[in-house]
């Protein structure tokens, strides 16, 4: 008996600390913070109940949706820019006849190395006026007419001027997390079956329909991955602006993010009961949209009959 | 079976394979049985006999230590492994316990530039009292917010001083007076005389509902540095200059815009096109500000909208004087240098800051007024300041208080503190210090600390409120908003779009300021 209890009580027993841990710094941190969500509070001490009046400021305030609409702008920018670059550099970077690989792999995964606060300060500089690296390079490559169609000269200074904030996050975001992404991409690339390719190549397909026709569809799986973390990420950036912006939000609060909003209600101003209430919407927000791409996105496995595959095999043999 | 699993044969395939028999029919007993060790040798033995290995079997060597912990631990390896480090780290831990802080009193500050001065005063301070230690410890300037904050709402880990910046400092008064982390100093400043001591309007910026919750730090005068070399050069003698308009009309002669000259554009002085505090600047020399002594929301007034009005055209539009070519590190330092910045808005600490950074401008630089808004008006303003607080957790309170000041208003700490740092101390008497009378090689000759303590007295009250950091932020928007406005429509409409924006910003705040039930 003493034998069988030991054998029952031990998988709890390992679980323990994990589940103390998750009791104490999950579970009860999501309980309160709910709890806290219906009070404006200042610090853990005082503390005075409001009912929904958070959420009722929170809808009705300009910042907020400034916040959401800079959020929704960056993650735009993120999947519509940054996953397209990332596959396109694991596509290139997927070469057989491309030398040096693993060195351009690791050069463009590098960056995502030296975190979001080293990024910032670093673009800080590259996007200064004047002296700034991305000015003089535009400087260098831009016509003059296109710099007066564009209003961007050496004097630009992109993190002070309100519509060129947002571009500049992005393009930093960009640069940082380009080659992270690049690393599922290309470990999908390599986990598509090759006999698929060489079926659509002998059936006539050229390289754009078999990146459409069958890169795509093998990977699947993975972009809808990417998709949802660079979503879910995008959604929570908060370092890159407030490192990155000098007094942040930046020019007529173009920087400012829903976790930046957040920060600076909870823990700036103290009132941790409305951030609380701004820290749910958030969460509902970002499971709902999480949700809603998983659905749009259909079934996670490409499924590919074998019959099919025979059919194209036998149908081309002929021609051969 | 301990013989077969034990055997001292060589490895052939047909021993292999009886041995692989013998181990496939006996598991399910020996598990039963509860006999793991003798399961355990068997496996072994059979991965012992690999065809191309012949000897004598591992199992007949004396096992080792760890190998045989291993199989008496029921739990398997891997738990074994991480009670062990579990056990290892934990006694490292405990061997090596943290040593007892013997600080007496400890000072948080965010400034590294007085971190030399204060070790000093304190080693003077530590010699005239022993058994006292002084730890200061700096902190990043937003980051000492934050844990200043934690610091208060866990009460651990408070130090008795905190050397913060105004703005963040504002932001720990609000909530309920009793919840505010700092003593109020107001007896203290009225019993010790330094009530009649100190410049009284720096006293503004640390009093809420009443109470002053810190000693201030400086006085932050603003004058203007500029490039006395080139203004000479140009025949401009900056006496002539009495106010904005004034200002202005120099800095048409001076400045040269984008592609108007080969070594590009230069301006009269540097401002900022997005940041409020320009504007900030220019708004409390007009005798406005973000809050009144009540504590109101003033930043919409006509003081606010004149700077504004003012400040713009200043930085935006064809006629535009001022640039915006770097203020801080290498791009300010690079635009002054090169000689395409020729002025900047200075208050005490800037001074000294430039002083350091840019060593090559020793002789060619100057500190002038501030023009002002009107002749005869005043000439400076003020940007910044810091406060020292006494936090509610200290055990000697006025032992705490007398080092506080004697970091801020003793006459070695406030020499230290202006040679080390450039700070004009809020108490007057210092300023008649010797140290206060070197004249400058950097500044042309001229005694900076005169130079900023002859307006120093008419520096305005600027008052504070623990949403001081959503005003500064709304003022900053409403100028960018309206350089932007300027620089798309010009002056037409101009007047009624800074007022309408203002407007509607400062209601963002009052609306915020209602909210506070505390």
Same mark, same amino acid.
């Given at each position: 008996?003493?034998?069988?209890?030991?054998?029952?009580?031990?998988?709890?027993?390992?679980?323990?600390?994990?589940?103390?841990?998750?009791?104490?710094?999950?579970?009860?941190?999501?309980?309160?913070?709910?709890?806290?969500?219906?009070?404006? =509070?200042?610090?853990?001490?005082?503390?005075?109940?409001?009912?929904?009046?958070?959420?009722?400021?929170?809808?009705?305030?300009?910042?907020?949706?400034?916040?959401?609409?800079?959020?929704?702008?960056?993650?735009?920018?993120?999947?519509?820019?940054?996953?397209?670059?990332?596959?396109?550099?694991?596509?290139?970077?997927?070469? =057989?006849?491309?030398?040096?690989?693993?060195?351009?792999?690791?050069?463009?995964?590098?960056?995502?190395?030296?975190?979001?606060?080293?990024?910032?300060?670093?673009?800080?500089?590259?996007?200064?006026?004047?002296?700034?690296?991305?000015?003089?390079?535009?400087?260098?490559?831009?016509?003059?007419?296109?710099?007066?169609?564009?209003?961007?000269?050496?004097?630009?200074?992109?993190?002070?001027?309100?519509?060129?904030?947002?571009?500049?996050?992005?393009?930093?975001?960009?640069?940082?997390?380009?080659?992270?992404?690049?690393?599922?991409?290309?470990?999908? +690339?390599?986990?598509?079956?090759?006999? +698929?390719?060489?079926?659509?190549?002998?059936?006539?397909?050229?390289?754009?329909?078999?990146?459409?026709?069958?890169?795509?569809?093998?990977?699947?799986?993975?972009?809808?991955?990417?998709?949802?973390?660079?979503?879910?990420?995008?959604?929570?950036?908060?370092?890159?602006?407030?490192?990155?912006?000098?007094?942040?939000?930046?020019?007529?609060?173009?920087?400012? =993010?829903?976790?930046?909003?957040?920060?600076?209600?909870?823990?700036?101003?103290?009132?941790?009961?409305?951030?609380?209430?701004?820290?749910?919407?958030?969460?509902?927000?970002?499971?709902?949209?999480?949700?809603?791409?998983?659905?749009?996105?259909?079934?996670?496995?490409?499924?590919?009959?074998?019959?099919?595959?025979?059919?194209?095999?036998?149908?081309?043999?002929?021609?051969? | 079976?301990? &013989?077969?699993?034990?055997?001292?044969?060589?490895?052939?395939?047909?021993?292999?394979?009886?041995?692989?028999?013998?181990?496939?029919?006996?598991? *399910?007993?020996?598990?039963?049985?509860?006999?793991?060790?003798?399961?355990?040798?068997?496996?072994?033995?059979?991965?012992?006999?690999?065809?191309?290995?012949?000897?004598?079997?591992?199992?007949?060597?004396?096992?080792?230590?760890?190998?045989?912990?291993? &199989?008496?631990?029921?739990?398997?390896?891997?738990?074994?492994?991480?009670?062990?480090?579990?056990?290892?780290?934990?006694?490292?831990?405990?061997?090596?316990? $943290?040593?007892?802080?013997?600080?007496?009193?400890?000072?948080?500050?965010?400034?590294?530039?007085?971190?030399?001065?204060?070790?000093?005063?304190?080693?003077?301070?530590?010699?005239?009292?022993?058994? !006292?230690?002084?730890?200061?410890?700096?902190?990043?300037?937003?980051?000492?917010?934050?844990?200043?904050?934690?610091?208060?709402?866990?009460?651990?880990?408070?130090?008795?001083?905190?050397?913060?910046?105004?703005?963040?400092?504002? @932001?720990?008064?609000?909530?309920?007076?009793?919840? $505010?982390?700092?003593?109020?100093?107001?007896?203290?400043?009225?019993?010790?005389?330094?009530?009649?001591?100190?410049?009284?309007?720096?006293?503004?910026?640390?009093?809420?509902?009443?109470?002053?919750?810190?000693?201030?730090?400086?006085?932050?005068?603003?004058?203007?540095?500029?490039?006395?070399?080139?203004?000479?050069?140009?025949?401009?003698?900056?006496?002539?200059?009495?106010?904005?308009?004034?200002?202005?009309?120099?800095?048409?002669?001076?400045?040269?815009? *984008? @592609?108007?000259?080969?070594?590009?554009?230069?301006?009269?002085?540097?401002?900022?096109?997005?940041?409020?505090?320009?504007?900030?600047?220019?708004?409390?020399?007009? @005798?406005?500000?973000?809050?009144?002594?009540?504590?109101?929301?003033?930043?919409?007034?006509?003081?606010?909208?004149?700077?504004?009005?003012?400040?713009?055209?200043?930085?935006?539009?064809?006629?535009?004087?001022?640039?915006?070519?770097?203020?801080?590190?290498?791009?300010? !330092?690079?635009?002054?240098?090169? @000689?395409?910045?020729?002025?900047?808005?200075?208050?005490?600490?800037?001074?000294?800051?430039?002083?350091?950074?840019? *060593?090559?401008?020793?002789?060619?630089?100057?500190?002038?007024?501030?023009?002002?808004?009107?002749?005869?008006?005043?000439?400076?303003?003020?940007?910044?300041?810091?406060?020292?607080?006494?936090?509610?957790?200290?055990?000697? *309170?006025?032992?705490?208080?007398?080092?506080?000041?004697?970091?801020?208003?003793?006459?070695? &700490?406030?020499?230290?503190?202006?040679?080390?740092?450039?700070?004009?101390?809020?108490?007057?008497?210092?300023?008649?210090?010797?140290?206060?009378?070197?004249?400058?090689?950097?500044?042309?000759?001229?005694?900076?600390?005169?130079?900023?303590?002859? $307006?120093?007295?008419?520096?305005?009250?600027?008052?504070?409120?623990?949403?001081?950091?959503?005003?500064?932020?709304?003022?900053?928007?409403?100028?960018?908003?309206?350089?932007?406005?300027?620089?798309?429509?010009?002056?037409?409409?101009?007047?009624?779009?800074?007022?309408?924006?203002?407007?509607?910003?400062?209601?963002?705040?009052?609306?915020?300021?209602?909210?506070?039930?505390?």
């Amino acid at each position: 008996l003493k034998g069988s209890f030991r054998r029952k009580a031990a998988p709890y027993v390992f679980l323990l600390p994990f589940g103390l841990s998750f009791i104490v710094f999950t579970a009860y941190p999501v309980v309160r913070s709910l709890v806290l969500a219906f009070s404006i =509070t200042y610090g853990p001490r005082a503390q005075v109940f409001v009912g929904f009046d958070n959420f009722a400021f929170m809808f009705s305030d300009p910042d907020f949706y400034r916040a959401v609409e800079n959020t929704v702008y960056f993650t735009l920018g993120s999947v519509f820019l940054q996953l397209p670059a990332s596959l396109g550099l694991a596509l290139l970077l997927n070469q =057989t006849f491309l030398k040096f690989r693993n060195l351009f792999r690791f050069a463009f995964f590098s960056p995502y190395l030296l975190g979001p606060v080293f990024s910032a300060v670093l673009f800080s500089i590259v996007f200064a006026p004047q002296y700034g690296l991305f000015n003089r390079a535009l400087d260098w490559l831009m016509p003059g007419a296109l710099q007066a169609a564009t209003g961007i000269t050496l004097e630009t200074s992109w993190l002070d001027r309100a519509p060129l904030v947002m571009p500049a996050l992005i393009l930093t975001a960009l640069w940082m997390y380009a080659g992270f992404n690049m690393v599922y991409f290309l470990a999908a +690339l390599q986990s598509v079956d090759k006999e +698929l390719y060489e079926a659509a190549e002998v059936d006539g397909a050229n390289a754009w329909n078999r990146f459409l026709q069958v890169t795509i569809p093998g990977i699947k799986p993975v972009l809808v991955f990417v998709v949802v973390l660079s979503v879910i990420g995008s959604f929570q950036v908060f370092e890159l602006p407030w490192f990155i912006l000098r007094t942040p939000p930046g020019p007529e609060q173009a920087g400012l =993010t829903i976790v930046m909003y957040l920060y600076q209600r909870g823990f700036v101003r103290g009132d941790l009961g409305y951030a609380s209430a701004v820290g749910w919407v958030l969460a509902l927000g970002v499971l709902a949209l999480s949700v809603a791409q998983l659905r749009l996105a259909g079934p996670d496995r490409v499924r590919t009959s074998p019959a099919k595959r025979t059919d194209v095999k036998v149908a081309v043999l002929p021609v051969r | 079976l301990a &013989s077969i699993a034990r055997a001292d044969t060589a490895g052939t395939a047909r021993e292999i394979q009886r041995r692989k028999r013998f181990h496939r029919e006996l598991t *399910p007993h020996l598990i039963k049985g509860g006999g793991h060790g003798l399961r355990r040798e068997l496996r072994l033995s059979l991965r012992s006999l690999c065809p191309t290995r012949v000897g004598p079997m591992p199992e007949l060597m004396p096992r080792p230590i760890v190998s045989s912990l291993l &199989s008496k631990f029921r739990f398997g390896t891997a738990p074994l492994v991480v009670a062990l480090v579990t056990l290892l780290a934990g006694g490292w831990v405990l061997a090596h316990p $943290v040593h007892a802080d013997t600080a007496t009193v400890r000072l948080w500050t965010y400034t590294p530039e007085h971190i030399k001065q204060y070790e000093a005063a304190a080693a003077v301070y530590e010699r005239a009292h022993p058994g !006292v230690h002084i730890a200061i410890q700096q902190f990043e300037y937003r980051a000492m917010g934050t844990r200043l904050r934690s610091a208060f709402w866990a009460d651990l880990d408070v130090p008795e001083l905190v050397e913060i910046n105004a703005t963040v400092g504002a @932001g720990f008064f609000a909530g309920p007076v009793d919840e $505010v982390g700092f003593l109020d100093l107001r007896p203290l400043l009225e019993s010790s005389g330094l009530m009649d001591r100190i410049v009284k309007s720096r006293l503004a910026q640390f009093t809420n509902r009443g109470h002053i919750f810190g000693l201030p730090h400086d006085v932050h005068p603003v004058l203007i540095a500029y490039r006395k070399d080139i203004f000479d050069a140009e025949g401009i003698d900056v006496s002539t200059i009495e106010t904005w308009d004034d200002f202005v009309r120099v800095g048409r002669k001076l400045r040269r815009l *984008p @592609g108007e000259h080969p070594d590009g554009a230069r301006y009269i002085l540097q401002l900022p096109r997005a940041e409020g505090w320009g504007v900030e600047i220019m708004m409390i020399q007009n @005798g406005g500000g973000y809050f009144d002594a009540e504590g109101h929301l003033i930043m919409d007034s006509e003081e606010a909208v004149e700077a504004i009005e003012k400040y713009v055209p200043m930085i935006a539009g064809p006629d535009r004087v001022a640039g915006d070519l770097g203020n801080w590190a290498q791009p300010m !330092v690079k635009a002054m240098e090169d @000689g395409r910045t020729l002025g900047f808005l200075a208050p005490d600490w800037r001074a000294r800051g430039f002083e350091n950074d840019m *060593p090559l401008l020793k002789g060619k630089m100057a500190l002038m007024p501030l023009p002002a808004f009107r002749r005869g008006g005043r000439r400076t303003s003020t940007w910044g300041g810091s406060m020292l607080g006494l936090t509610k957790r200290s055990k000697d *309170p006025e032992l705490v208080w007398d080092i506080a000041r004697f970091l801020y208003t003793s006459p070695e &700490s406030c020499e230290t503190e202006w040679v080390g740092a450039g700070i004009l101390p809020p108490v007057r008497d210092a300023w008649k210090l010797p140290a206060f009378q070197q004249h400058s090689a950097y500044w042309s000759n001229q005694v900076p600390a005169q130079e900023y303590a002859k $307006v120093a007295d008419d520096v305005p009250a600027h008052y504070m409120n623990p949403l001081m950091e959503l005003a500064e932020g709304k003022l900053g928007e409403v100028a960018a908003a309206a350089v932007r406005y300027y620089e798309e429509q010009g002056s037409t409409g101009f007047d009624a779009f800074v007022r309408q924006h203002l407007h509607d910003t400062a209601d963002v705040v009052r609306r915020q300021m209602r909210r506070n039930p505390f």
